[in-house]
């Protein structure tokens, strides 16, 4: 189902064609067809139920957004897909802007959110759209573009640009420096040291040292500076400058006025015949420091993802034709047996089939105890087999696997706008021609208002605000945050597969925890035999587990399970009778067994009063007693129950010390569920709520207490999960792919809860310190470099001291994210 959009002669306007789904008869096409009638502009509509098509006539230029919006109201989608680009050459948040725009214009694209940090653009257009479009649009804006590729070898060629670019920085860096160095103490040298001024004017005289620096500088602007001057220049004729072009114009100012000085000093009026080449070349210099430093930082921010797409495996082990052959991860097909060696990495997802192992899932789950594995458990490729061979077979391969799952919500995660950012993108958008107007009238406030010399005064003060404003800082306030917060969330088995969860979660007020699943196990068990006085354990346990083994209740199951644990035999069943709404009896073994409730052993005739008082022990831990007679005696009281998970009590403890109120929503009686709320310290319990009424419980949390997140399982609460402000998703470590979440504990730990809090709160908080930094630098500086302080004091910046100013803030802003990498959970008691 291709969607193409073609432009026909001005006079019969344009054409969309749309890839439509959901339409499945007459009156949906129908549908469709009324409801893209009604979009402005649209002259005439065809829509093909055959081909799932729509033909769409516009009398002038093409609203992509409205015909799609149309199609949605009316309750279709749309086919699209999302394009993932690297791009190379962007500087600043004005490039991010830039890019942004350039893909938007674009007919077919319906959304396109760029990243500074990790250069990538994420583009979700209209099915069929070719990446080359997309390329070729971005080419246009100035930038370069490829498409991402999959697997190892992105990766591999994702590291091998970013070494490339990190090895031209240190190249072009160690030559600015080389030549910069000799200008710098030539011109700075000789004012600070009178003996060098002297020494200099004896030996070289002044024409020779200005020529001398003239060519040492203009080395370093057009040889390891030229990168600017390539992207800057273009940029600032488009009429869109960015950071490139500010140093571009500042430097070249600085360097032009000091040519002017030496070969043609007449032209320049008395008192003002001075040189700025150190000036010229130290700022280049200075700017490469700082994007050389900035580029090993933007590596560091990426390494948790690096290191979950290391964990792929490259080559598999395979039984084929009688003989074990080692072929390439692609080569690999569901269905085949692996064999696993101790200490090798699982390659891909399967389920043992023979052998076993204690396998460390610490990387996928955070959980660094190994699991046990036994035939026919289940493997997550990239895990480490520890101390025994396996033989495994493939259950999911390539794009299918939990460990791709997760790179890919890492990934989205780190590529996501917070709304935090929507402000930074609209100052971002006019910032690098708003700093060249403030250039321009310090330049000319200067040079009509300013002390003689009054052009000097005007160069040296407009060179510094173009060198000293830094949108980078900006731009790169936000993304690094993101990227470095999600890895290290990743590490701990928190995966964000939504980054506006990352901010949302923090204001978070309450937190409701459904309870089977995520407060307890979620598998019952047999948790309590008491005996009547004259009877064995074995026996009486053996005798109702031959009863019960032919339910497939969860209670008989957990009683089956528990006679099997302990090795019993199950006796030979003979006369099996259930008694609907009371209980169940048969003969075992020539004896009669009865089990049920305690209105059933009262229908018996049978008197269990004798059990009282732990019955009601038993009803003040939330378990509802049974009991069970043989050959008419009252044998045993027994009790099912779903126990709760080691980690909870401390999980609960930790959100009440953020702050947290904690509620349960659970589908017990209210006695049952407010004795596990005591047991646990939950403020607040809703119970006896069927599985369609935990949307309704949730909104009347949130009336009470505003923002709320809810815990579930993921199996029977997606709309719970989807109708909260956050929803995290309790995982088993093998299922990820739970849509209505925006966060998934990949370990199943609710302790995964306060560990995702304190991360979002921590991270928010480093995105508000990057972001004042940002804006309070520039905000402080430029006025700054303009002079604004000379009325008062006389002081003037350097342009030399703006340039290294510029190049550390955007350093300073990626150091700042980079302590994130050191997070570690909430203390747990």
């Known amino acids: 189902m291709d969607t193409s959009i073609s432009v026909t002669r001005p006079d019969q306007g344009a054409h969309l064609t749309l890839a439509i789904e959901g339409m499945s008869c007459a009156s949906c096409v129908g549908r469709v067809e009324r409801a893209l009638s009604k979009v402005p502009g649209v002259t005439g509509v065809s ?13 002038g230029a093409v609203d992509v957004a409205a015909a799609i919006a149309a199609v949605r109201k009316a309750g279709y989608q749309v086919t699209e897909d999302s394009i993932e680009l690297s791009v190379s050459g962007m500087t600043c948040a ?26 990538r653009a994420r583009v979700r257009v209209l099915s069929g759209m070719p990446a080359a479009t997309l390329i070729a649009a971005i080419e246009r804006a100035g930038y370069a573009a490829k498409a991402m590729s999959a697997g190892n070898e992105a990766v591999d060629a994702e590291e091998a640009r970013r070494g490339a670019e990190l090895a031209a920085l240190k190249r072009d860096l160690t030559l600015a420096a080389t030549l910069s160095l000799p200008v710098f103490l030539l011109e700075m040298g000789a004012h600070l040291i009178p003996a060098l001024h002297h020494l200099i004017l004896a030996s070289l005289g002044q024409r020779a040292n200005w020529l001398l620096q003239s060519v040492l500088c203009t080395l370093v602007l057009f040889g390891p500076g030229l990168r600017f001057f390539r992207k800057g220049i273009p940029a600032l004729l488009r009429g869109a400058p960015d950071m490139n ?28 015949v001075h040189v700025y080449y150190e000036a010229a ?123 791709a799952q997760i790179i890919r919500m890492v990934e989205q995660a780190q590529g996501a706008k917070l709304p935090i950012q929507a402000l930074v993108d609209r100052v971002t958008l006019w910032f690098v021609p708003v700093v060249m107007l403030v250039a321009l009238l310090t330049f000319l406030a200067w040079m009509f208002f300013g002390p003689a010399p009054a052009l000097t005064f005007a160069l040296v003060n407009a060179v510094a605000v173009l060198i000293i404003a830094c949108p980078c800082a900006m731009g790169l306030a936000t993304p690094t945050s993101i990227m470095v917060g999600t890895g290290r969330a990743a590490e701990l088995g928190v995966l964000f597969r939504k980054g506006e969860a990352l901010q949302s979660l923090k204001d978070a007020r309450v937190v409701a925890l459904d309870k089977t699943g995520t407060l307890t196990r979620g598998r019952p068990e047999l948790t309590d035999l008491i005996l009547a006085e004259g009877f064995e354990r074995g026996a009486v346990l053996g005798r109702i587990a031959a009863v019960e083994v032919r ?24 006369d099996f009778e259930a008694v609907t709404g009371y209980g169940v009896r048969a003969m075992v073994d020539g004896v009669r067994v009865e089990i049920g409730a305690d209105r059933f052993m009262a229908r018996q005739g049978l008197d269990v009063s004798g059990f009282a008082q732990e019955a009601r022990r038993l009803g003040d831990e939330a378990k509802t007693p049974l009991y069970a007679a043989i050959d008419g005696r009252p044998a045993a009281m027994l009790a099912v129950a779903d126990p709760l998970k080691e980690t909870t009590p401390a999980a609960i403890r930790a959100l009440h010390a953020q702050g947290i109120q904690v509620a349960m929503i659970s589908g017990d009686n209210r006695r049952a569920a407010e004795a596990i709320a005591r047991r646990l310290g939950i403020d607040e319990v809703v119970a006896e ?79 508000r310190q990057n972001l004042f930094w940002a804006f309070a630098y520039n905000t402080a500086l430029i006025p700054l470099a303009a002079g604004a302080l000379y009325p008062v004091n006389g002081m003037l910046l350097s342009p030399v001291f703006a340039a290294g100013a510029m190049a550390l803030s955007s350093v300073f802003v990626l150091g700042n994210a980079l302590r994130l990498k050191r997070f570690q959970p909430p203390a747990l008691g």
């Open 47 to 59: 829509v093909n139920l055959a081909s799932e098509r729509a033909e769409i006539a516009f009398a």
């Open 94 to 119: 004005s490039c991010v802007g830039r890019v942004e725009r350039a893909l938007k214009k674009l007919p077919g694209v319906t959304d396109a959110s760029v990243n500074l940090a990790s250069e």
């Open 245 to 272: 072009s500010l140093v571009a114009v500042g430097a070249s100012a600085a360097w032009l006025f000091s040519l002017v000085a030496t070969f043609a000093p007449g032209l320049l009026p008395a008192g003002t």
């Open 281 to 403: 070349a130290v700022i280049v210099t200075l700017i490469l420091l700082g994007r050389f430093l900035e580029a090993r930082a933007k590596g560091r921010t990426s390494e948790a993802i690096r290191r979950l797409i290391g964990l792929q495996a490259r080559t598999a082990r395979v039984r084929r034709d009688g003989r074990v052959e080692e072929v390439a991860i692609e080569e690999v097909r569901n269905g085949d047996l692996l064999e696993v060696r101790p200490g090798e990495r699982i390659p891909v997802d399967g389920e043992v089939s023979e052998g076993t192992s204690f396998v460390d899932e610490s990387m996928i789950t955070g959980e660094p105890v190994p699991v046990e594995k036994t035939p026919g458990a289940g493997l997550v490729g990239g895990t480490i087999n520890q101390n025994g061979a396996l033989t495994l077979r493939v259950t999911r391969i390539g794009g299918d696997t939990v460990l």
């Open 551 to 574: 339910s497939e209740h969860p209670i008989a199951r957990a009683i089956v399970a528990a006679a099997e644990a302990e090795g019993l035999a199950l006796g030979r069943l003979e």
């Open 689 to 767: 709520v069927l599985p369609d009424g935990k949307v309704e419980a949730l909104k009347r949390l949130k009336a009470r207490h505003g923002q709320i997140a809810y815990v579930g399982d993921g199996i029977n609460d997606a709309p719970a999960l989807a109708a909260a402000d956050v929803g995290l998703a309790i995982g088993n470590g093998t299922d990820i792919a739970i849509e209505a979440a925006d966060v998934v504990l990949m370990s199943g730990d609710l302790r995964g809860v306060p560990t995702a809090i304190a991360l979002s709160r921590t991270t928010l908080g480093n995105i």
